[in-house]
């Protein structure tokens, strides 16, 4: 028989610990606070569960529900964080489970809690002592928490068709991603946490506060490790729009330069409306180290993100916000942006200062061939050349573009490893041209096909395109 509901008992008392409970209680529907009450139940009725007057779970409780979907390390913090929730103000031994109440309210806090109650639990999940932590501490607690998103989506097989590489001890991207988070944390003064001699500044409550405010991946990373590590409320998130579904043609499979941290990053800048799909348009594993091949494959079809590895190990691109076009002037629009995932992960927007957004040009004698995104022309902020596996990134500080500093490790680079993604649905143009076939497609191959005398035998055989009509 299911225990009584906590958010149908608080009510009846009158204290201030119940009116906490209460206000953490009207933050979920009804239906919510019965699958919250079910879950406790589940926790506190085992053969783990605490000795209490007061039905309570352990932690021994809480590892054996989650099993092995979450790190160790992450399903204690999870308990400590419940467990330190102090709703009475007098202390609790450590040998006392999570009560009801601490639950709820760690749940509320969690998932539908603003800024100021994310870092209540985050602090208690980060050490047992009132009052500043360290740095170090702070970043300890983002390496385990990006850890932990990758490891719960591996485990319950929702990486979106994208995959994780194994490796040994601590995944390099998991510390470049929380290198990347945590260097977001600011100091009283406003200056930012920057530099291994700032590790062992305290890092009091407002601190954090301001912290999980200004980098919303904290907060969304503590929501996906709370649904799938618990499979609580899993129908409250929208997985789609953290990891895009990953669209590779049959048969072309390889292995991408890109994880899947690295997509979870560059897709949180992306516009919202083109976050739930990449399609691979071009791989230089797959298709060749060839730039009029790069040229035909990804023309006229939408926004897209380009990436590549040079020689040192360096990992860059840009979103394309535009369908690339071969043509002498430049393209784009100020949603455009350059990026660095390793060895450290930023994005660099636009400055205002010019339109340089995108640049693509082939075959033409008096101005460069190539691929550009910022800068100008000889000093672009990412430079592919036409001589494909050559490139530049040239900043003096600075691309006056997207104020990106110079990406790879050496100014004028080498590079095998090139990938272009189109995100989001493909435009109606590109629609369109699949229906048709390569003579309506390409005129030239039409008149080469004629004046070569051969004749045209699906003429009238095919349904006319509807533009055509």
């Not at 009560?99 to 050490?127: D, P």
Request: proline fraction near 5%; charged fraction near 20%.
């Amino acid at each position: 028989m299911l225990a009584l509901g906590f958010c149908q008992i608080e009510g009846k008392m009158g204290n201030a610990k119940s009116r906490s409970g209460q206000n953490a209680c009207s933050q979920f529907l009804p239906e919510e606070r019965a699958e919250i009450d079910r879950l406790f139940d589940a926790l506190s009725s085992g053969k783990h569960s605490s000795n209490t007057p007061h039905r309570s779970f352990s932690l021994q409780a809480l590892q054996s529900h989650i099993g092995e979907a979450l790190p160790p390390e992450m399903v204690t913090r999870l308990y400590d964080g419940m467990q330190r929730v102090n709703l009475t103000g007098t202390a609790k031994g450590p040998s006392e489970g999570v009560s009801q109440e601490q639950f709820t309210v760690s749940m509320s806090h969690l998932l539908k809690g603003n800024s100021e109650e994310k870092s209540l639990i985050i602090l208690k999940m980060i050490s047992a002592t009132e009052g500043p932590v360290k740095a170090r501490e702070v970043l300890k607690f983002t390496e385990d928490l990006v850890g932990s998103v990758v490891h719960v989506l591996d485990h319950r097989q929702q990486l979106r068709g994208w995959t994780q590489k194994k490796a040994p001890g601590c995944p390099p991207r998991v510390q470049v991603l929380a290198a990347q988070l945590f260097s977001e944390m600011k100091l009283q003064e406003g200056e930012k946490l920057l530099g291994p001699q700032q590790l062992d500044c305290d890092c009091d409550r407002a601190m954090i506060e301001d912290w999980v405010f200004r980098t919303p991946h904290v907060a969304t990373f503590l929501s996906v490790v709370i649904h799938r590590g618990f499979l609580l409320l899993c129908s409250s998130l929208n997985l789609s729009a953290l990891l895009p579904e990953r669209l590779v043609d049959q048969g072309r499979e390889f292995e991408s330069i890109l994880d899947v941290l690295s997509v979870i990053y560059l897709n949180s800048h992306l516009p919202r409306e083109q976050r739930h799909r990449w399609h691979l348009l071009f791989s230089s594993e797959l298709h060749g180290h060839s730039f009029a091949q790069l040229c035909g494959l990804i023309t006229q079809r939408g926004p897209c993100v380009m990436l590549l590895e040079d020689h040192d190990g360096h990992v860059f691109g840009g979103f394309a916000s535009c369908s690339w076009e071969v043509k002498p002037q430049f393209q784009g629009d100020d949603r455009c942006f350059l990026f660095s995932i390793s060895p450290s992960m930023a994005v660099y927007t636009c400055t205002g200062y010019n339109d340089h957004y995108m640049y693509l040009n082939h075959r033409q004698q008096t101005i460069p061939n190539g691929l550009g995104m910022g800068g100008q022309h000889n000093y672009f902020g990412l430079w592919i050349d036409v001589d494909f596996g050559k490139g530049h990134s040239k900043a003096k500080p600075t691309c006056t573009t997207y104020n990106s500093p110079q990406l790879s490790a050496k100014e004028n680079f080498r590079f095998e490893k090139l990938e272009v993604w189109a995100v989001g649905d493909p435009p109606e143009s590109q629609l369109a041209k699949s229906k048709k076939s390569i003579l309506d497609v390409d005129p030239e191959a039409q008149i080469l096909l004629e004046s070569c005398g051969r004749s045209c035998h699906s003429q009238g055989l095919r349904e006319v395109p509807e533009d055509d009509e």
